[in-house]
């Protein structure tokens, strides 16, 4: 299909001014209300005991999440692109379920399965609390970010096949020594890109998480509640904007790790 210069360049336009409007402008106001006081403020915004609490959770809840979704994520993919079983086409909707389920659905179900009068309730009598506190932000984070290891590892073990991993078995080896020498290297751009994906996602994550937060500074609040405390809460319009900054700048790290493994994966 042949396209005019006209066209084109209509496209581009049109294309780059709705890039422009939805996420360039947004930026740049909040970035004019963090940095309009100087740096020492900003710093001095995201240095508070609050804020120093809420990234160290938010970094402690990804520490925790990604390795399970890594370990999940390279098992279920294998398991659907390797074997071939009764509901296999069942376990591929359900690992898609996040993309499709609101997270504030997320948060209800869990607190119905593990809050006081839930499922699992008892343990809440036992001194274990998963609602309204580190597990409950927990299991809801590895929720919304289950996807993305098995999506990134699926489509790397269709491409590779198994031609070399059956000629591992045939010459003695066992399945993990194939898995640690063949597979692993294999998907280990896949797998990185997928860590990227669920990092960024982790980090991100309000309507799952607040649901099953107690929001309280230093103790159950992530960067992105500490976002929306600041803002709805305590009216505090300028703490805000240095915190959505703070956020916005791991996410921004993250965006240009997730470039350099995709040049590196294409060169591969």
């Known amino acids: 299909m042949n396209v005019s210069t006209p066209a084109r360049l209509s496209m581009r336009v049109v294309a780059l001014g709705y890039l422009f409007m939805l996420l360039l402008v947004p930026i740049m106001v909040i970035l004019w209300r ?11 915004a995201i240095s508070t005991p609050a804020a120093i609490s809420a990234l160290n959770l938010s970094l402690l809840i990804v520490a925790i999440v990604v390795p399970i979704n890594v370990a999940f994520g390279v098992v279920t993919a294998l398991a659907l ?28 179900s869990l607190i119905l399965l593990w809050g006081v ?6 343990l809440d009598s036992w001194g274990f609390q998963v609602i309204f506190g580190l597990p409950g932000m927990v299991l809801a984070t590895i929720f919304v970010t289950l996807p993305f290891v098995v999506r990134e590892v699926e489509p790397v073990l269709h491409e590779i ?9 045939t010459l003695g080896a066992s399945k993990w020594q194939t ?28 309507g799952a998480v607040i649901m099953v937060s107690s929001g ?27 915190a959505a900054t703070l956020l916005m700048g791991i996410a921004l790290v993250t965006l240009l790790l997730m470039t350099l493994l995709d040049r590196k994966r294409s060169n591969a």
């Open 117 to 122: 009068n839930g499922w699992f309730g008892a």
């Open 216 to 242: 309280f500074p230093g103790v159950s609040q992530t960067l992105t509640l500490l976002v929306h405390s600041r803002y709805i809460d305590d009216h505090n319009t300028y703490g805000a904007y240095c």
């Open 81 to 108: 692109v390797r074997g071939r079983f009764p509901g296999r086409g069942l376990m591929q909707a359900l690992v898609d379920l996040p993309f499709a389920v609101s997270p504030i659905v997320v948060g209800v």
């Open 179 to 206: 898995f640690w020498r063949i597979t692993l290297p294999a998907i280990r751009w896949g797998l990185t890109y997928g860590v990227v994906l669920t990092v960024a996602r982790a980090l991100g994550e309000f």
């Open 161 to 169: 096949g198994d031609e070399q991993e059956q000629a591992a078995a």
């Open 34 to 44: 963090t940095f309009e006081r100087g740096i020492a403020s900003f710093i001095e």
